[in-house]
């Protein structure tokens, strides 16, 4: 039987949206006012799902306090207060889009985890808008 645990957390960060081979009109045409090249920022929340198995000796899918750290360091410490189109190396050739930045959240902590412990990931750039993403 499995169980899905979750844990929250959340950033703040600036960006782009821009494709760096288009015109100022087109990038405007197509992401409007998030592509003004004075950046913005967004208060973004997450929520990282995990599900397994439950372990028989500890009660845990997983150690809720190990997936705190793990989201700290791979997602908080790195992506905090950062301007992801200047700060994040990943980015610097990658448009910043809600899309793609769920992805590399999720493939920094799946790096992380157990190998038979499954990850879904959900990103709220607003209230209104967010994106999962479960490695498919």
């Known amino acids: 039987m499995k169980v899905t645990v979750n844990r929250k957390a959340h950033f703040n960060a600036a960006h782009r ?37 439950v372990d028989p000796e500890t009660g845990f899918v997983m150690n809720l306090d190990q997936l705190r750290k793990i989201i700290e360091v791979e997602v908080e410490d790195y992506l905090d207060h950062k301007n992801l189109n200047v700060d994040i190396e990943e980015f610097k050739t990658v448009n910043p889009t809600a899309e793609n930045i769920v992805i590399l959240i999720w493939n920094k902590i799946r790096a992380k985890l157990a190998s038979g412990l499954e990850l879904k990931v959900t990103l709220y750039e607003t209230p209104r808008n967010f994106v999962e993403y479960t490695g498919e």
């Open 17 to 53: 949206l821009f494709n760096q081979t288009w015109s100022d009109e087109q990038n405007f045409k197509v992401f409007g006012k998030c592509s003004y090249p004075n950046y913005h920022g967004h208060n973004y929340e997450i929520i990282v799902s995990v599900k397994g198995e």
